[in-house]
């Protein structure tokens, strides 16, 4: 079964935009959701990760929106740049288990010059 | 540097052949893991172990065995390849304990013929 659920699966952005990207999980066990980007040729990298205690992180230009009642996060990219272009995994995990993590299907993104 | 190295970059085997996938991590973390990325299904998570000589079996073990001698090394081993198990293979390591976030290696690519 697919505990964590990404949508959507590719994405077309405008220089400039707005990128969201969104992931529903199952296991109210999980206690800390991290998001990786994954350029081509290269191993994922960790961006940024919220711990449930809190409803948004901000990175930068990187925000995690995070709604607990719902089982749902988001990441929000602002002012999308043709650098960003990657793919981006979210993921969930249970801070007894280490870095196990489970993650969803992955989104395409494609920012436009 | 964190560094997770992983053998080869590019893998070419026959079906029925015994292959084995190596990576070596110097950043002294317990944790190492072994995940396997499909277009569509993000990355799923074959084997991890918590210590030297410790397994445990991931989501999608079937077909696939590891080995943890040392601290710095966990293999892979696809004890007798088939078409189905070609696929993008990836390497992470993490502590234990202390932080959630996964070093990743670059990646194998294995092409089973």
């Known amino acids: 079964q697919q505990q964590v659920k990404q949508s959507p699966q590719s994405l077309i952005v405008q220089k400039g935009g707005i990128s969201i990207i969104n992931c529903a999980y199952e296991?109210?066990?999980?206690?800390?959701f991290p998001w990786y980007q994954q350029f081509p040729g290269k191993g994922p990298a960790l961006l940024i990760a919220i711990r449930p205690d809190v409803s948004e992180k901000k990175e930068g230009r990187f925000t995690i929106s995070f709604n607990k009642s719902a089982k749902q996060f988001s990441l929000h990219i602002m002012d999308s740049q043709p650098g960003d272009s990657a793919t981006y995994f979210c993921a969930a995990s249970i801070n007894n288990q280490g870095g196990k993590l489970i993650f969803g299907q992955g989104t395409e993104l494609s920012v436009k010059p | 540097d964190v560094k997770v190295t992983q053998s080869s970059r590019y893998l070419v085997k026959r079906t029925g052949e015994k292959v084995f996938l190596e990576c070596v991590q110097d950043?002294?973390?317990?944790?190492m893991f072994w995940y396997r990325q499909d277009p569509g299904l993000g990355l799923r998570l074959i084997y991890f172990?918590?210590?030297?000589?410790?397994?445990e079996k991931g989501d999608i073990p079937e077909g696939y065995s590891v080995s943890r001698e040392k601290k710095e090394r966990f293999s892979l081993i696809l004890e007798s390849a088939s078409t189905n198990q070609t696929s993008m293979y990836l390497c992470?390591?993490?502590?234990?304990?202390?932080?959630?976030?996964?070093?990743f290696g670059q990646g194998t690519r294995l092409t089973v013929v």
């Open positions: 950043m002294d973390h317990e944790n």
């Open positions: 296991n109210t066990a999980f206690d800390y």
């Open positions: 172990s918590y210590d030297v000589k410790m397994k």
């Open positions: 992470a390591s993490s502590l234990y304990g202390v932080s959630n976030e996964a070093f």
